[in-house]
């Protein structure tokens, strides 16, 4: 097993469960990938990854997460409620939800003809004074503009309306999934031979010999050569590099009266520019208050110094807020996944033309070589269970295999 995030984890708990012996190999120094969570004040659970049980009625996350010890809380999601009015009057926010809607089911007509197209050709001219609050949308939804969003692949994303979070954190319970199972950690994989009849794995710290290799890596990884195959896979490489990870990081801030803050609030930074920030206020009554940047201003941020993030939430905020919200609030945390060697961004979004790719990376290569990972999943790619369900699957068709 390749990667030890969610994808991973579940390959190797699904053939742990059936007598196999499974070593898991993680790069890092913790297992998870995207996600993670931080321990923030007043023991707030700061999900840097995922932090939503999207499609949580069919969410094997969310199934496991009472047997593990989890509490599920299942309040409705702040986006889908009204942001507050201070710079986005109501009036605004019906148009706009309006635009969206329209929008969106054009988006599902079109995925319908046989040309793919890109998602911005698909915003009518009447509309365009509310283009940059929907590319602002497709930077935390798919990690970049839509002008590089594949109208079939973005259709083809199917959630169902219920969206929960986990207490004590998403990634908290990810992790604590690994428990039983067997993860050596700090071992970069760098080659997969696999011409013989065994997998020879090839780490930073020795080589391991194996019947059958999961590889449960991100796309940009795999599109990266990070891990070098002989023989070559330039088909996977191919559709990794067309499944691009987008950009997506988060930063949240401390308030230092939380109680004159309202909870589960939504604010727009800006609603006249998509290089702006979507905030929370006080997520499950927490302290504090997320932001979440995406496309090219999380990359913009991300390449300037540490602290970028935070920075930009407390003037973004205080030009909306009035400048006393400087002394409101501290920085806490921010992620930085791009700039992670071993995750190299958020989730995958195909580049035009190019949705099929998923079908592609997910197809067995002989009977030794298996692939799993959000990009593989046909339906519920971008996200930590469409992440478990591939490692279900890549998991059977090893069993097959190894136990034909
Ligand atoms: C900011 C952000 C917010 C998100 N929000 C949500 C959300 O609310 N809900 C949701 O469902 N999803 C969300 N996601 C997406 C979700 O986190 C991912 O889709 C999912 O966790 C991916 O799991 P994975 O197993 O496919 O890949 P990863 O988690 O990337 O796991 C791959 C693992 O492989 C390891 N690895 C890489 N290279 C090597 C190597 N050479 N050798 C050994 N190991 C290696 C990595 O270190 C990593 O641990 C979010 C992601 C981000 C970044």
Not at 398 to 403: D, S
Request: proline share 5%.
């Amino acid at each position: 097993m390749i990667g030890a995030g969610s994808a991973g984890l579940a390959a190797a708990a699904r053939l742990k469960a059936a007598g196999v012996s499974v070593l898991v190999l993680e790069a890092n120094d913790r297992v998870g990938g995207r996600a993670h969570t931080l321990h923030g004040p007043s023991d707030a659970a700061l999900d840097m990854g995922c932090g939503w049980l999207h499609s949580a009625d069919q969410n094997e996350w969310a199934r496991l997460a009472g047997p593990m010890g989890f509490t599920i809380d299942h309040a409705p999601a702040a986006w889908t409620k009204p942001s507050l009015t201070v710079n986005f009057p109501a009036d605004d926010q019906a148009a706009y939800q309006k635009v969206f809607e329209a929008f969106e089911a054009r988006l599902a007509q079109a995925a319908e003809s046989e040309a793919d197209v890109a998602a911005s050709t698909l915003i009518q001219p009447d509309e365009r004074c509310w283009a940059p609050l929907l590319n602002a949308f497709s930077g935390y939804y798919n990690g970049a503009p839509f002008d590089r969003i594949s109208v079939k692949d973005y259709a083809a994303y199917q959630p169902t309306d219920e969206n929960w979070r986990v207490r004590k954190g998403y990634g908290a319970m990810i992790a604590a999934f690994a428990a039983d199972l067997d993860v050596r950690l700090n071992t970069p994989v760098t080659r997969v031979e696999h011409g013989g009849a065994d997998v020879r794995v090839v780490t930073a710290v020795g080589a391991i010999k194996a019947r059958a290799a999961i590889l449960a890596v991100s796309t940009t990884v795999l599109a990266d050569s990070v891990i070098a195959f002989d023989p070559p896979l330039p088909d996977k490489r191919e559709a990794a590099f067309n499944l691009p990870l987008g950009h997506v990081e988060k930063a949240f801030l401390k308030l230092l009266h939380p109680k004159d803050w309202p909870e589960e609030q939504m604010l727009h930074g800006r609603i006249d520019s998509a290089e702006t920030g979507g905030y929370t206020f006080r997520p499950l009554g927490m302290p504090v208050i997320e932001g979440f940047y995406g496309g090219d201003l999380a990359e913009t941020l991300e390449g300037e110094r540490s602290g970028a993030f935070c920075a930009f939430a407390i003037e973004e905020l205080a030009a909306v807020l009035g400048s006393d919200f400087r002394k409101a609030v501290e920085p806490l945390a921010e992620s930085a996944w791009r700039a992670d060697p071993f995750i190299r961004g958020a989730y995958s979004h195909a580049r035009v033309g190019w949705s099929g790719a998923r079908a592609i990376l997910a197809a067995p290569v002989g009977d030794r070589l298996f692939f799993a990972g959000e990009a593989c999943s046909l339906h519920a790619f971008s996200t930590a269970h469409g992440a478990y369900e591939t490692g279900v699957v890549a998991a059977e068709a090893a069993l097959r295999v190894l136990r034909p």
